[in-house]
């Protein structure tokens, strides 16, 4: 008795997993108890379905479990109570189990992500209340998608609920006037959480696919629920096309393979059109936000066949649109790489000077590794060789540390025998 | 992030100090850790801890020839000894140093502050063993 879900049913169960959480929160107004309610329902749907069989209506299934676990967790809450205070507590009739909701169950989906990416919130707890309240993943897999105890991120999770519980955020779309504001909240967390699986900040293997593959159904539903949006389009497209790029990015033993040497035939042809058509659709609707133009960017270098074919003075002219937007100091540098591509490196590396006053990047190792790569452009290799390894020293990435110092030995084992002639 | 957090203590005779200190002294600084791990471990921030035991206890191990070990006892070249750790996971450097110099602070003899030598490191690369076994 070991089998298990298959994935198209594990995919199902995970999109039904923000419906039965909305019923079963609007009947009992509970967001916490619920939100376990939900995963126990979940758990038990995990063990029963391959032994049974796909229930009928699978989303009733789903949300009657949970209803009568969150029944049972309140007939023993309230137990417990009597017994503390010896108070009587009113019957529950919440057995009935014979109509739920059903009107507004996108709504929910929508509803628990704005609960869930709440400003309230540190970045880490509404990343983990994300992926399990709409996500539908376990607290197991959460912990291992960041590669921490089980015990770690099940505290994350709760600690997070309490506050929610406790800033009395009511279970409803936020008003008009805040709904913008907070729409950018979920989007930032749902990037955030594609970038901890593109780049993880700290693990052996440099992407951690099922954090970006998550965060891209993820956004595939915040689309389907917003489509006029054209940041949360531009935040599609923008994972669509980075991701795509996921095979080639790094090497057989996991190191880091930079995009102008990627083998571009590994490219995901089918979600760069994807990504493409999504942005086309999108941009000429006007209100031009970040995350449309980095999805350009993106794009323009999806579309190059070699690396020397990319369109860098339209990549440049994106980065300018991009600053006018943003102090964001990555997008500074990545201005200063683009600049350097178009009109030289001498170009870049002045930029670069005027970077080293800033407080976020002086010390960061990107603005060491792009000097490095600029001083090499222009033929500075012994500087370059002491910023790389300079870079090295400062990254907490080990991949990334891999690389740098690999850039540093190539250039070190080239200058060696001009020396010696 | 991932940080570690080193605390050392003075090597001395070998014995840790805290032993030889008064009962009242002893169970202040161990009442301090316990409120400090509990807060860390509320918040979510805490992976991991360990505390080490004396400084007498260590043996230095080489391989010999035939590949067997060779212990070594105490060194006494060193004057601070690795008494202890903790593995936290913070959203800046900022916490992780706030959360050093909270254990910095741990009191010692009368309830003065020990002000303790943190070293704090970010941690570059995690396994979780089962994830080699899968």
Redesign the interface.
Known sequence: MNRSLDARSQDLLRELVPQALGAVVRRFRDFAAAEDAVQEAALAAALQWPRDGLPENPRAWLTQVAFRRMADHIRSESARRRRESEVAIEAVHTTELTAFETASQEDDTLVLLFMCCHPALTPASAIALTLRAVGGLTTAEIARAFLVPEATMAQRISRAKKSIKNSGVPFQLPTVEERAQRLRSVLHVLYLIFNEGYTSSAGPELRRGDLSHEAIRLTRIVHSLEPGDTEVAGLLALMLLTDARRLARTGPGGELIPLAQQDRALWDKRQIAEGVALLSATLPKGSVGPYQLQAAIAAVHDEAARADETDWPQILALYDLLMRMSDNPMVKLNHAIAAAMAHGATKGLELLDALDADACLADHHRLDAVRAHLLELAGDHQGAIERYRSAAGKTGNLPERNYLLKQAARLSSELRPMNER | ??YILMMSAPRGTGKYEIYSWPKKDWQAHMAYWDSLNREL????????IEALTEPDQARMVLAGKDGAPITDGVFPESKEFLAGYWIV?V?TPERAYAIAARASAAPGPGGASLNMPIEVR???????PE?LLR
């Open positions: 992030m991932k471990s509320e918040s979510g921030e805490l992976l991991a996971d959203e970010q941690v570059m690369m995690s396994v979780r994830d």
